[in-house]
């Protein structure tokens, strides 16, 4: 791989530069609305898929509510699962999740995550 510098660098193959030092993933997903950005909803379980990994954990954080949402409570998704049913994620005009992981030598790569029931909030 050339390099700004001049130099050519060979590409290393693992995922971090060494097994003691961990490459950071922090990641914000987008506010997800279902659409309707104005109406509060119940926004049910999440799942989550990613690649089976040997070990592992990934941290999420739900932020629930609107724009200004705190941080709810973090829980975990195991990376050795493949695909994992996790909690619910609870009621507001929107949320979004947090994904963090930064241990040595445990790559993360995910596939995508949903939501098993969103529905709007109203009168019966």
Same mark, same amino acid.
């Given at each position: 791989?050339?390099?700004?510098? /001049?130099?050519?660098?060979? %590409?290393?193959?693992?995922? +971090?530069?060494?097994?003691?030092?961990? =490459?950071?993933?922090?990641?914000?997903?987008?506010?997800?609305? +279902?659409?309707? #950005?104005? =109406?509060?909803?119940?926004? /049910? @379980? *999440?799942? =989550?898929?990613?690649?089976?990994?040997?070990? /592992?954990?990934?941290?999420?954080? #739900?932020?629930?509510?609107? &724009?200004?949402?705190?941080?709810?409570?973090?829980?975990?998704?195991?990376?050795?699962? $493949?695909? %994992? *049913? *996790?909690? @619910? &994620? /609870?009621?507001?005009?929107?949320?979004? &999740?947090? *994904? @963090?992981?930064?241990?040595?030598? %445990? #790559?993360? %790569? &995910?596939?995508?995550?949903?939501?098993?029931?969103?529905? #709007?909030? $109203?009168? @019966?």
């Amino acid at each position: 791989v050339g390099g700004s510098s /001049g130099h050519v660098w060979k %590409e290393q193959s693992g995922a +971090s530069d060494d097994t003691a030092t961990a =490459i950071d993933f922090d990641v914000d997903t987008n506010w997800n609305h +279902s659409g309707t #950005p104005e =109406i509060d909803k119940y926004h /049910g @379980r *999440l799942a =989550i898929t990613g690649k089976v990994q040997t070990t /592992g954990n990934l941290v999420v954080t #739900p932020y629930v509510g609107y &724009l200004n949402a705190s941080a709810g409570n973090a829980f975990y998704y195991v990376m050795s699962k $493949g695909k %994992e *049913l *996790l909690q @619910r &994620l /609870g009621n507001g005009k929107m949320f979004r &999740l947090n *994904l @963090r992981h930064n241990v040595a030598a %445990e #790559p993360v %790569e &995910l596939y995508g995550y949903d939501v098993d029931d969103i529905h #709007p909030l $109203g009168k @019966r």
